[in-house]
């Protein structure tokens, strides 16, 4: 879904990504094919991988709400004039932020595969 939904906002409703979404992006639309090959393969090592590509992008986003919610004014990173971190450029229901998508979306994907490790260890 975080995927499709990335596509959406840059495809369809042409809204340019920040380099923090680019980077969540590099981190999420992998887990596609990566899952996907996990499911179907009964494959350990990519379900390891999966959970260090998604912790990588949780990370990511947990820094994009930081600065997007101006909890400090220190950035490591950048921001594009033409996209900056922190613009709000969509709002789903009128609340729900871009980079509030994207923590829930890693939230959601790190807790599934810490759930089925412990379950199938």
């Not at 995927?3 to 042409?14: A, C, I, N």
């Not at 930081?66 to 220190?74: A, M």
């Not at 229901?93 to 412990?118: E, H, N, W």
Request: charge should be positive; aromatic fraction near 14%; charged fraction near 10%.
């Amino acid at each position: 879904m975080a995927t499709l939904g990335s596509f959406y906002l840059g495809e369809v409703l042409g809204l340019t990504p920040c380099p923090l979404c680019w980077y969540q992006r590099l981190a999420m639309w992998p887990l596609v094919l990566l899952l996907g090959l996990a499911v179907f393969k009964q494959a350990e090592g990519l379900l390891k991988a999966s959970l260090i590509l998604s912790l990588v992008g949780l990370a990511v986003a947990f820094y994009h709400n930081w600065i997007y919610y101006q909890i400090t004014s220190d950035y490591l990173l950048p921001c594009s004039l033409n996209a900056p971190c922190a613009a709000r450029q969509f709002a789903w229901f009128g609340f729900i932020d871009i980079p509030q998508l994207s923590l829930a979306a890693f939230m959601v994907v790190v807790a599934s595969l810490i759930a089925y490790r412990r379950n199938h260890n």
